[in-house]
């Protein structure tokens, strides 16, 4: 009885020093938008998108409530909850508007992710040929 009690007392003891905090839920949330909308928007324009993850974890922070059970959390927004426990994120159930930034994925998506990485060809090609003509002038004077 007394090393189911002691075994007991460790785990809650790592529990409570794991618990994660309004910043470990951040992150999380974070990386969980990144995924999704890289997942849903793939190619330039999904990256960009993705970009934007860090406002909406911070967006997040006022929006989610954490219920703080000392040995683990619950952040909820809505009906959406995700548990934290030992350092770790689980959702508990899914967000009904899981694609919320996603965006049609029909040819005039594919023609414009086209556009782009044709334009940041040519403003790369534009950085190289100033920085070739700049090192050219200095190495002449």
């Given at each position: ?137 200095l190495d002449e004077r």
């Amino acid at each position: 009885m007394k090393k189911i009690a002691f075994v007991l007392a460790l785990v809650a003891v790592f529990l409570f020093f794991t618990n994660p905090d309004h910043e470990d839920f951040n992150d999380y949330f974070q990386k969980r938008i990144e995924k999704q909308v890289e997942k849903n928007n793939p190619g330039p324009f999904g990256k960009f998108l993705a970009s934007f993850s860090s406002a909406l974890a911070g967006f997040a922070d006022n929006a989610f409530v954490r219920d703080n059970y000392y040995l683990f959390s619950v952040y909820r927004m809505g009906d959406y909850k995700v548990l934290g426990i030992g350092g770790q994120f689980f959702p508990l159930n899914k967000i009904k508007s899981e694609d919320f930034l996603q965006l049609p994925q029909d040819k005039n998506m594919k023609q414009w992710e086209k556009k782009i990485e044709e334009a940041m060809d040519k403003i790369q090609k534009n950085i190289d040929k100033t920085a070739d003509s700049l090192l050219k002038t200095l190495d002449e004077r």
